[in-house]
């Protein structure tokens, strides 16, 4: 890559820029933290709920969404004319965090307000929007993404699913399999990227009033069992011209940007739920005794509560500076092309953020299970 453009797509490696403009957690406004009290729908709500929702109870997983929505959680991105609170991305992460300790509601939830949702917000039209989000901002319709395809997984664009004109040039027929698709089997309406003649392009699908979209059975995951994972299937699925989202032949702006916000919410996810690791091994070693002494009081516990602190501190630096700075230039830009710079602008941190925060959730899980000793088998630490 060349120095100029390297400079523009990743700031952070040559320009440390100006201290003051980092963003910490601290730096929420009083009012902007409240939200984060509403996220106590987690403790309240989700975890009650768990073992319906590791066994798949759609029933009592669509009615999550629908409480989560009820108290706004959807709508953060969403502008207020299209039924959203219009609270930005740094509100949006801080959300993401909190729902960390949702396990695998979490997973659906963030795919659902991520990729389910952002691709209306950036790409849709005027009347896209207004006939989708006002329904996924409440709960009552979820969303969903699919891109990857059994011969396309990192190799996101060569997908082999189609989409022809119809012969009156009303809709487009598509036809293919999309792969490990979030929600597939809770969705009720999915962004799909198809091949035309003139190349990718991003489609709406719904479900139910498309004949010809099923949902294959649910992926049996090593951990987040409870987040549907699915193929999805379309079979001579007829979608209207009118469900075309961005440009045609141009799916991939849609699908690669989108993928960047995501991937910076997904390092939000995995920072909650490494802090609720942390929370749940500090706990458990102030309570369980042996040797007559508190696990907490041994050093080499101590250390390991330290470590893990160490490293969730560095990864929430990273991630809260990064949607620091994707706020600080997205705000106030309308149109899709200056969105999409600003993304592509951030892709690097974006993805350096999920990188991290993924492997610091790692670490720290596989911590507070060895702090945990044989009763991680019945911790509550949810993945
Ligand atoms: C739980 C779960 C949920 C998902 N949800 C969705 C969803 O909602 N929508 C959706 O569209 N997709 C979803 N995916 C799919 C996900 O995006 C893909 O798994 C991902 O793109 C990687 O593709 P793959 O699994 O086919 O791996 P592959 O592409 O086959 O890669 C396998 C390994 O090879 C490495 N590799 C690949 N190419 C290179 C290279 N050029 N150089 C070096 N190493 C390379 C990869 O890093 C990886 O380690 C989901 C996956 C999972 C597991």
Redesign the pocket.
Known sequence: MKQAERQFRSGFLPDHGSMANLFTPEDFADDEALIAKTTSFVEKKVLPRMEAIESHDYAVIRQLFHEAGEIGLSAIEIAEAFGGLSLGKKIACLVAEKMGPAGSFGVSFN?HTG?GILPYVYFGTDEQKQKYLPKLASGEWIG?????EPGA????LNAKTTAVLNDTGTGWVLNGE?Q???NARIADVFVVFAKTEKGMTAFIVEKKAFPGVSAGAEEK?MG?KGSS?ATLILEDVVVPRENILGEIGKGHHVALNILNMARLKLAFLNLGTAKQALQLAVNYAKERRQFQTALIDFTMIQEKAADMAVAIYGAESAAYRTVGVVEQDVHGLCSAGELVKVLSNYALECAASKVRCSEVLDHVVDEAVQIHGAAAASCKIIL
């Open positions: 795919i990729v969903a993404y699919a891109l990857t997984g990192s190799d996101a999309k490990w698709i979030t995951k987040i994972t």
